[in-house]
């Protein structure tokens, strides 16, 4: 089963405009994480923020996290066409193994030129 | 590149038979850990190994077996292999303990017919 939610399941914007994507999970988490996954190919990690954090910044990236609706959101701002790619949420919920991750279904990000 | 690599990209098998994925870590990570991707179940976390040792387990099913060698390098063992095997299998690493951020292999894409 799936622990993370993700709304929308898939988006189509131009080149320059921003994305944002929500997640939504089920239990208490120590983290959460976004990955990009282009089509058929590996995972790339984005960016991690901890339960104790509300918003964290990489780049064109915003994250922001709120622990009470169990909730978090992912902002490209200023979105190329090398954004196009699917974009999972993970929550690590554990202390005593990390990296065991459960994902969300992904949001499919389509940026047209 | 992560860093992390995995053998063989792509595998074509029949039902009932048996394979074996490979899996190099990163350098200097202890820890593996292997994900299957599929259409109807999406990413769902297998097994982990740190240093050689079981430490975590998920969805993996009984058919299903992992070893993580002296070298750290991992094995993912599947036998009598069902249609529904189908999918990516990926093999990601982890650095220290508790950044939480997972390096993905490219992933092993496994069709049984």
């Known amino acids: 089963s799936q622990q993370g939610e993700e709304d929308p399941q898939a988006l189509s914007i131009q080149e320059g405009e921003n994305a944002t994507m929500n997640c939504s999970y089920k239990t208490s988490i120590n983290n959460l994480q976004w990955y990009r996954q282009n089509s058929g190919r590996g995972l790339v990690h984005l960016i991690l923020i901890r339960s104790n954090e509300r918003e964290k910044h990489s780049g064109r990236l915003r994250v922001t996290l709120d622990t009470s609706k169990k909730s978090s959101s992912l902002l490209i701002t200023a979105s190329r066409a090398a954004d196009t790619a699917s974009y999972f949420c993970?929550?690590?919920?554990?202390?005593?193994?990390?990296?065991?991750?459960?994902f969300g279904a992904g949001t499919q990000v389509v940026v047209t030129p | 590149d992560s860093g992390v690599t995995q053998t063989p990209k792509h595998l074509i098998t029949a039902t009932g038979q048996r394979v074996t994925l490979r899996c190099s870590p990163r350098s200097g990570d202890l820890s593996v850990y292997w994900y299957q991707q599929s259409l109807d179940q999406g990413l769902q976390f297998l097994i982990q190994?740190?240093?050689?040792?079981?430490?975590a387990k998920g969805n993996i099913l009984e058919r299903f077996s992992a070893q993580q060698f002296p070298d750290l390098h991992s094995e993912l063992n599947l036998s009598s292999l069902e249609l529904g095997d189908s999918a990516l299998y990926f093999c990601a690493s982890c650095g220290a303990p508790d950044t939480g951020e997972l390096f993905f292999g490219e992933g092993s894409r496994l069709t049984v017919l």
């Open positions: 993970a929550t690590d919920a554990t202390t005593d193994s990390w990296g065991k991750l459960q």
């Open positions: 190994y740190y240093n050689g040792e079981e430490r």
